[in-house]
């Protein structure tokens, strides 16, 4: 197979964009909450609101994902459970949604993926290379791996695979970091939860304080979990290489966890956001290993050399010169942090200089997104907030439990003009919110966004107007990759400029978009030339595609088709 050239010069030499180079021609599309219209009702479960144990707060997550082969973006929620509930079992630890015409059918009962337990990340994968995407969930207690039968059931075989991993998992993703042809799964851990061992907000002689305000224990004053790396050995099961791979975690907090190819070698890394300690930087060695570089590449802690408290993140080029970026959520009274990479492994804090850093100053983020949400070729960016004390207002600083989101718009030379000050309708409504997953799930060419909020329903953001612009979008299918390819890179020639992109399971926070890569063209409603580049290593070509819609990509066919 003929090999293309993809982006990879110094940054010094890439072309970056202009000011003023945004297509100003429409105006930025509105995110209406349609929940309720599309029966996703699911009441998320996360302790009893008191916030007496850090376990009741950190929420749940939710991922799109075609479990039923019939091209539209189904969905599936994680659920919570009570301390009390958890005792005698917990609650369902998932609700499943087929999508039917844009519409959602509560399916969970049948499908298989009904245990009870507490539940809080999840992530997508053809894990077993059948055609069928798989779901892992990750959960204080056993997490769990449901094998897609294709016949709208799942098993479960987390204990039979080797990653029931006991402790307390929060974000996953998949990655095959050594190109072997399978996907391989990373674990995000938290801490060691012990409801004997810790102390209760209020307990006499453990009281714990934010200024004047009394507060749970946590996380700093409890054991952290290291995470796991387990690699697909290919026949149904998994082996637990951690220590022999060099994923060296001295016991973390983690939350985000994202494989993607940093320095554009053709080999997946792998980032980890951490709450309260240094974020982690695996280099893919490409030999099984991997070195951890946070700090000599500038992404494990603040312009200001402090640790953060790394919740959720998001990963894309959002400046246009080839490199994917890093966006870090954190802890209110900070700021989220954009890590600009400069290529080479090397990045660069632009939080004040993209001004994304000031709006976010009195919110808690959680889930995070890059997206081009107007379709005019630049991916905006999505934050879901909400605190974890519920009486923090009684402090007077300006911040609130019940939070609104933060959507910037991308100005197309390397600053974000933040847009929810305005009148936006529903994402001024403050939630108590956690995960957020990003698809189209209707097809019509923008992404929408749902978003997972504690011990409420769900707000599901239709995108209502990104699709004034022209877009383009792939899905791509593995033969001698993995069946999903997740790790693929695709570029685009279109209007002038070149875009990048990846497929990838999990991110945000204790979420998984779709699996389907989309590209907003603004006026232009065609793509010069499609490079992929397969996570084997190979790549290929394709001249000359419509936008308008979404195309099937198979490996090695040098072809490309209608497709879902």
């Known amino acids: ?60 997550g939710a991922a799109f994902f075609d479990y039923d082969g019939d091209g539209d973006a189904d969905l599936v929620i994680t659920n919570g459970s009570t301390l009390t509930r958890y005792r005698d079992g917990g609650d369902p630890v998932a609700a499943l949604y087929e999508n039917v015409d844009g519409r959602f059918r509560n399916v969970t009962a049948a499908s298989g993926l009904n245990d009870s337990g507490w539940a809080f990340g999840v992530c997508v994968a053809d894990y077993d290379n059948d055609g069928r995407r798989d779901v892992y969930l990750t959960a204080w207690g056993p997490n769990k791996l449901y094998r897609n039968l294709g016949d709208g059931r799942f098993e479960e075989t987390g204990a039979r695979a080797g990653v029931a991993h006991a402790g307390w998992g929060t974000n996953c993703a998949f990655g095959d970091y050594d190109r072997d042809g399978d996907v391989d799964l990373y674990v995000a851990n938290y801490l060691t939860f012990d409801e ?30 290291p995470d796991v790396l387990y690699r697909n050995d290919g026949d149904g099961s998994f082996t637990d290489v951690t220590a022999a791979a060099g994923i060296d975690d001295p016991g973390h907090f983690g939350f985000g966890v994202q494989f993607t190819d940093f320095d554009n070698d053709g080999w997946p890394d792998i980032y980890v956001a951490n709450d309260s300690t240094e974020n982690l930087m695996f280099r893919n060695d490409r030999d099984g290993t991997f070195s951890e570089i946070g700090l000599i590449s500038g992404t494990s802690v603040s312009l200001m050399g402090y640790a953060q408290a790394g919740m959720g993140l998001a990963v894309a080029d959002y400046d246009g010169n080839g490199y994917f970026d890093i966006f870090v959520t954190n802890f209110s009274q900070d700021t989220n942090t954009l890590y600009q990479n400069r290529g080479g492994m090397l990045f660069t804090d632009a939080t004040a200089m993209s001004a994304t850093g000031a709006p976010s100053r009195p919110h808690l983020g959680w889930g995070a997104g890059f997206a081009d949400l107007d379709n005019d070729g630049w991916v905006d960016l999505f934050v879901a907030n909400g605190h974890v004390y519920p009486n923090i207002g009684e402090l007077g600083v300006g911040v609130r439990h019940l939070q609104p989101k933060e959507l910037y718009r991308n100005l197309g030379d390397g600053r974000f003009e933040e847009i929810t000050s305005e009148p936006r309708g529903d994402l001024a409504i403050p939630k108590p919110a956690r995960g957020a997953a990003f698809a189209d799930y209707d097809n019509d060419g923008d992404i929408d966004v ?51 992109a990846e497929v990838r399971s999990g991110g945000s926070y204790l979420s998984h978009n779709d699996l389907r890569v989309h590209f907003g063209l603004g006026d232009v409603d065609a793509v010069e030339q499609v490079r992929v580049r397969w996570p084997n290593g190979e790549s290929e070509a394709l001249d000359g595609v419509a936008g308008g819609r979404y195309w099937l990509v198979r490996e090695g066919e040098g072809r490309i088709v209608p497709g879902p």
């Open 1 to 60: 197979m003929k090999r293309h050239a993809f982006l990879a010069a110094p940054f010094s030499s890439m072309l970056l964009a202009a000011p003023n180079v945004v297509a100003q021609t429409a105006a930025f599309p509105d995110l209406v909450d349609v929940a309720a219209e599309l029966d996703v009702t699911l009441a998320n479960v996360s302790g009893t609101g008191d916030a007496d144990y850090i376990i009741e707060v950190n929420g749940n």
């Open 196 to 225: 004997e061992a810790i102390p209760r907000r209020g307990d006499p002689g453990n009281e714990l304080y934010m200024g004047e305000l009394e507060v749970m224990i946590g996380p700093l004053s409890l054991p952290g979990e």
């Open 450 to 500: 749902i978003v997972i909020n504690v011990n409420e329903e769900p707000s599901f953001y239709r995108n209502e107007g990104g699709n004034r612009n022209h877009w383009i979008g792939f899905r791509l299918i593995g033969v001698s990759s993995n069946r999903d390819a997740i790790g693929a890179r695709i570029e685009i020639d279109a209007g002038g400029r070149t875009r990048a």
